[in-house]
């Protein structure tokens, strides 16, 4: 039977019903299609696919901002035609960055003179931040070596075995080695005395990290600075430290105030922090600030006329957008102090709310800190028939994106989940979580065994038939290599992109 059609092929509205056109006719999904379609028709099936998309509000692995106000949405959009990288066209835009670069140097213990402008630029994120630093301390390591007519073609840098995959990119990318102090059972962070034994005159620097993505701790900028004034001292080394504060930057100034990991300490010369993590800005902006302008090598930055007026500008990247630069001027002023100390304290009490709750259930051993960034780690006391993977697999049914990964070495055999609690992460939602957690573990409690031979593996035969039995950790470690191999192969049949 067919259908005759009393209206125009022409006649837009047909077209644009709902289902009418790319029902019958599928568009391809890697190459330009050939012919135009309505824009109600391309809204709807962008919007039809994005709906199998994670809830952004219920992706407890991501420390990204996922609200901020309508007001600052709407100040947002106005900007998001603006490139930010002309400067000469959009003067106000880059006042407001250097607005948030003063603010941010303050809030870190800047040593700025009266009037003083401080030194830093804003970044697409942490991982631009740190590669910015990475390089300055580069080049400053090597024009030292030059001048004093050593060889400077083997630079490393120093960081725990708990460092973010940037720090890997900036090593591999930038061709420094990157040498890590290993993790232990119960101390997931970089360990201060072992990190400045392994200091020596090809270290730019020591990375120490104020907020680890594995457990929310901060590492020990003190002491480590300390160590490493003794080891300068003795040694005649000037080696610097640089804190990779992505995370806990915009949380230590108002929570722990009296910590000193910043700028208060001599040798901390560069700080980075996102903007976009718990500086409550949507990705992706970052910050890079340096003590001063002699921590800065010169040839680094690049010089244009802004409005007859000398503008110098540092990044790696040329054009972005000017959104998460407004958005984040926006954050400063509207929530001053008070406002971000509120809202860290608020996120902290909701981390002990889930952490609590955990802990009543007897099921699980906590992994995080109460200092650090609110967030909890936890793993499974009992892990014998069912794995933290399994946990986070069977909380997707409820929504919930909780991660589930291994410690890296010398700790790998152990495997935690991790809630990060942002602004948006109510007290009703931990409870929530709390109760579907519970939920999960009941039903797996039902469930065999999924790793095969998972219970077998405790046992294996020697050369003479003779049983030996495998230790705790020998079992886990299998259990972990075998489920993370599972997980691997139901990847790879995503595809890339």
Known sequence: MVLSKTSSQSDVSIHSTFASRYVRDSLP?????ENSIPKEAASQIINDELMLDGNPRLNLASFVTTWMEP??????????????????????????????????????????????????????????????????????????MKALGKPHDKPNIVTGANVQVCWEKFARYFEVELKEVKLTDGYYVMNPEKAVEMVDENTICVAAILGSTLNGEFEDVKTLNDLLMKKNQETGWDTPIHVDAASGGFIAPFLYPELEWD????????????????????????????????????????????????????????????????????????????????????????????????????????????????????????????????????????????????????????TVLRVVIREDFSRTLAERLVVDIQKVLHELDTLPARVSAK???????????????????????????????????????????
């Open 29 to 33: 999904r890697f190459k330009i299609p």
């Open 71 to 144: 007001e600052c949405d709407k100040l947002m959009m106005a900007a998001i035609n603006k490139n930010y990288v002309d400067m000469d066209e959009y003067p106000i835009t880059t006042e407001l960055q250097n607005r948030c670069v003063n603010m941010i140097a303050h809030l870190f213990n800047a040593p700025l003179g009266d009037g003083e402008a401080a030194v830093g630029v804003g970044t697409v994120g942490s991982s631009e931040a740190i590669m910015l630093a990475g390089l300055a301390f580069k080049r400053k390591w090597q024009n030292k």
């Open 263 to 414: 700028f208060r300490l001599p040798l901390v010369k560069s700080i980075n922090v996102s903007g976009h993590k718990y500086g409550l800005v949507y990705a992706g902006i970052g910050w890079a600030i340096w003590r001063n302008k002699e921590d800065l090598p010169e040839e680094l930055i690049f010089h244009i006329n802004y409005l007859g007026a000398d503008q110098p500008t540092f990044t790696l990247n040329f054009s972005k957008g000017s959104s998460q630069v407004i958005a984040q001027y926006y954050q400063l002023i509207r929530l001053g102090y008070e406002g971000y100390k509120n809202i860290m304290e608020n996120c902290q009490e909701n981390a002990m709310v889930l952490k609590e709750g955990l802990e009543k259930t007897g099921r699980f051993n906590i992994v995080s800190k109460d200092d650090g960034v609110p967030l909890v780690a936890f793993s499974l006391k009992d892990n014998s028939r069912h794995t933290e993977f399994e946990v986070s697999d069977l909380l997707r049914r409820f929504g919930w994106i909780v991660p589930a990964y291994t410690m890296p070495p010398d700790a790998q055999h152990v």
């Open 455 to 497: 219970i077998a593996a405790t046992e294996e035969h020697d050369k003479n038939g003779t049983v030996v039995k495998k230790t705790a950790i020998e079992v886990q470690r299998e259990i972990t290599t075998a489920w993370m191999k599972f997980v691997a192969d139901k990847k790879k049949t995503n595809g890339v992109c």
